[in-house]
């Protein structure tokens, strides 16, 4: 039992491990342009906002075990392989990416615009305004975003059985419910909460510290509640009070 | 060293077309303090962010020290290299101030300095030397968060300098300030005016903002300059509304058949006891409705109603011997302010 837990245990973490990474990287750039070529922002471009909003929609509209078996086919052509965890890593990259890029544009379009014509001011173009203002600006609602896009992995990993993907999701269908071994259905499920309260705790640490430091309270985003104290107050000076609100 | 000719901004927003700008010259000097006053809605904004182009003019041409901005911008959104460079030459104050809350107040005051590609000890230094400048020595390591708002605002004028500007342009910098740090914010602008010789050119609806600090002042209405001169011209305009605005004077005539002037002192006549003079001279009482004594761009400025008995026609020796004594005098009509408004207009002109 032990090794089948222990190899369960890293398929998961190595599912969401990389698909997180890709999630990243795809996620940020079309969360980003999903802003900048919004009509009236530095990169207007109504058809690729168009483009990329209707391929959002449809990667988050998909039902994940779905998209799962339907990339078969695309997965055997980017990995090599149509089963095991590599296989449902592509599935849950693509899965995530659209997940991840709508809350990047969230946090990105709560940064002040204020921000970007002072910049401009400057002298700053596009890149000083994505690099120094936007994805600076957004940090503590990035990292809450990312929390959640992180929980949201690990369930659909559950589902990376279907094509053999492993993982603990896996273990507790195959042996817990079908061979009727409770206990260890039972110790998956610890397993899985406990990885969901240490990726929870460990992004709202980090999200915490950000607004902290820079007196922003981050977006509230789905179970950090349960399980997270709610933010602090920003520290401010006294006499700032009054200003502060008219402004 | 800002001129603006012609300049309109048409926003079209669906099938409407709304004229915030419709055609403006503006003139500010070498070293001046300009002050744009109007109500809101009046174009000021659109026209301070015209001047370095955040908004694009529909038509009408920029020239800031010298260079014609409006020739720099290329179509798009996006701003080319020059008109950026160009713009790094601009200082610009925000009324929300605009910091960066995840930066410190030392690496704010660093961003334009970054953008300009400047190496960090180099930044540092000019930064440390900025916040030394503006009072905030001990708050390079705070965050904006932790200030109060007149020293976010220093900590944005000392970001607004970082690029060595010529010109500042302040966007209602005080107007989310109480009383008493406006009037520092305004001492701060003044004396950075003096010892920079730094062209100031700043859009706010408080008349306390001219008086203050401004050597010249327009005034906007629906898009348009209906006043504008330096702030003693614009006092010795007959029936100037800027001049009423900056030294409100009220009071209404206590009866028919007694005639109502507006008397405006600047200069030396400010000294001399003229009313009680023209009592004493033509032995009429006369009644002070209303009056406002003022210091404006360093000159000791006042303006008084005063009401003589009897129609204007017999009080034309009166009025005259005011006129005689170098005061500006306005036969007021209480009644019907439409004459007003046409020596208004011939007034501008």
Redesign the interface.
């Known amino acids: 039992m032990q090794p089948l837990l222990r190899d369960a245990c890293l398929d998961t973490l190595f599912m969401v491990w990389w698909s997180t990474v890709w999630a990243v990287v795809g996620g940020i750039p079309l969360g980003l342009l999903l802003v900048l070529t919004d009509r009236?922002?530095?990169?207007?471009n109504v058809v690729v906002n168009k483009v990329i909003g209707v391929i959002v929609n449809l990667g988050r509209s998909l039902p994940f075990i779905i998209l799962l078996v339907w990339l078969i086919p695309f997965s055997r052509l980017i990995v090599g392989t149509s089963i095991g965890p590599s296989a449902a890593v592509v599935a849950l990259v693509i899965g995530a990416v659209p997940f991840f890029a709508r809350l990047v544009e969230t946090a990105i379009r709560e940064v002040?615009h204020?921000?970007i014509?002072?910049?401009?001011?400057?002298?700053?173009?596009?890149f000083?305004v994505i690099f120094?203002?936007l994805l600076?600006?957004a940090?503590p609602s990035l990292i809450a975003g990312l929390t959640t896009t992180v929980i949201a992995l690990l369930g659909y990993s559950a589902m990376a059985g279907a094509v053999g993907g492993g993982g603990l999701g896996n273990l507790a269908i195959t042996y817990g419910y079908m061979r009727h071994e409770t206990g260890l259905m039972n110790v998956t499920i610890v397993l899985l909460i406990a990885i969901v309260t240490i990726v929870q705790l460990a992004g709202d640490l980090a999200a915490r510290r950000?607004t902290r430091?820079?007196?922003?309270q981050a977006q509230a985003v789905g179970l950090r509640r349960l399980w997270a104290p709610a933010v602090p107050r920003?520290?401010?000076?006294p006499?700032?009070a009054?200003?502060?609100k008219?402004? | 060293m800002i001129t603006t000719t012609g300049l309109t901004k048409v926003y079209r927003s669906g099938g409407r077309e709304v004229t915030a700008l419709d055609g403006v010259d503006l003139h500010v000097r070498e070293g001046e303090v300009y002050g744009v006053v109007g109500q809101s809605g009046a174009g000021k904004s659109t026209l301070i962010r015209c001047v370095n182009l955040l908004e694009r003019p529909s038509s009408g041409t920029v020239t800031v020290a010298g260079q014609d901005l409006t020739a720099l911008a290329g179509r798009g959104p996006r701003a080319g290299a020059e008109l950026r460079r160009a713009r790094s030459r601009i200082g610009m104050v925000f009324q929300h101030f605009n910091l960066l809350s995840s930066r410190t107040v030392q690496s704010n005051i660093e961003l334009p300095l970054e953008i300009l590609g400047v190496s960090g000890k180099e930044r540092e230094r000019k930064a440390l030397e900025l916040l030394d400048l503006v009072g905030l020595a001990d708050k390079a390591k705070a965050y904006p968060a932790q200030l109060s708002g007149g020293q976010k605002q220093r900590v944005g004028i000392a970001r607004a300098l970082a690029g060595d500007p010529k010109v500042l342009l302040s966007d209602e910098s005080t107007s989310a300030l109480d009383p008493e740090t406006t009037r520092s914010i305004l001492q701060l602008l003044r004396d950075l005016n003096q010892q920079l010789g730094l062209t100031v050119l700043l859009i706010t609806h408080e008349m306390e903002v001219v008086k203050t600090i401004c050597d010249s002042a327009a005034l906007m209405k629906g898009g348009r300059v209906v006043e504008s001169g330096t702030v003693s011209e614009i006092l010795a305009t007959p029936g100037s509304e800027l001049a009423a605005e900056l030294f409100p004077v009220g009071g209404e005539a206590s009866g028919p058949d007694r005639t109502v002037v507006d008397v405006t002192f600047h200069g030396e006549a400010a000294t001399q006891p003229v009313i009680s003079q023209l009592s004493r001279t033509y032995n009429i009482d006369i009644s002070i409705l209303g009056a406002a004594m003022d210091t404006v761009a360093g000159k000791q400025v006042g303006r008084m109603r005063i009401e003589l008995p009897g129609r204007f026609e017999e009080n034309v020796v009166p009025i005259g011997f005011l006129r005689e004594q170098g005061l500006q005098v306005d036969v007021a009509d209480t009644k019907t302010p439409a004459p007003a408004d046409a020596l208004l207009k011939e007034g501008a002109k």
């Open positions: 009236g922002a530095l990169l207007q002040d204020g921000l014509e002072a910049a401009q001011s400057m002298g700053g173009g596009t000083t120094k203002v600076p600006q940090l950000l430091r820079t007196g922003r920003p520290r401010t000076a006499e700032a009054e200003p502060t008219a402004a």
